[in-house]
């Protein structure tokens, strides 16, 4: 069953550069989105909340396509303390149960 | 300060040696829950709850139990570990399954 894909990278980008990742799911009832962040051996955090109309938070930018049935971050400017690993989760569509992608992995070097 | 709490944070034990890990919460939430997460598997979740009393399977259930009789806590159990049961576990909470989740720090397992 993989309800809600990602692409496990490594994504290997420089200090500044713009980066972007894709997660799709497939139940096209779903209801809410969001991104999450994972350091290293530690708990995910919530990065921000996914909104139709898409939204920004500082040098993030988070995006959905229902049509197209992904939701996408777009991290600017990136700095070394970005280097984590980027889990999407996706909720509602008959389950009340969130479902967590498997993540994606970013590093950024100097 | 609004927390997810586990217990312990690293426990190394034997294999058949019945543990338990316990997780609290202090923002009245009613959905709790439990994961493991291994490399390249990423985040399963082994039990969840929607209220007191109330607890369902979620992916990996197998050789773990779970009890919810209050709201704040959601022990996990396992009676008999084994060593495939080796895995770092996370508990979360949030008002309703589909709303933020707020995850403990996690426990690291080992199972010799």
């Known amino acids: 069953r993989k309800e809600v894909e990602q692409d496990p990278g490594p994504f290997n980008v420089p200090e500044g550069a713009t980066v972007a990742f894709n997660c799709t799911y497939s139940?096209?009832?779903?209801?809410?989105f969001f991104w999450y962040r994972q350091d290293c051996r530690k708990e995910p955090k919530l990065l921000m909340s996914?909104?139709?109309s898409g939204n920004e938070d500082g040098r993030f930018t988070a995006q959905l396509n229902r049509a197209s049935q992904y939701i996408s971050l777009l991290i600017r400017d990136s700095k070394l303390s970005d280097s984590a690993t980027y889990l999407c989760v996706v909720n509602g569509g008959g389950s009340y149960i969130p479902t967590f992608g498997r993540g994606t992995s970013l590093i950024v070097h100097p | 300060e609004a927390q997810v709490t586990q217990n312990p944070r690293y426990l190394i034990t034997v294999t058949g040696k019945k543990l338990t890990v316990t997780c609290s919460q202090n923002m009245n939430h009613e959905y709790m829950s439990w994961y493991r997460q291994d490399p390249g598997l990423g985040l399963r979740q082994i039990y969840y709850s929607m209220n007191v009393e109330v607890t369902d399977k979620g992916d990996v259930p197998e050789g773990y139990k779970v009890s919810r009789k209050e709201k704040r806590n959601f022990p996990l159990i396992l009676e008999s570990p084994s060593p495939n049961q080796t895995s770092l576990y996370f508990c979360?909470?949030?008002?309703?399954?589909?709303?933020?989740?707020?995850f403990g720090a996690g426990t690291r397992l080992s199972v010799l």
């Open positions: 139940n096209s009832a779903s209801q809410s």
């Open positions: 996914v909104y139709s």
């Open positions: 979360a909470s949030s008002r309703q399954g589909m709303n933020i989740q707020y």
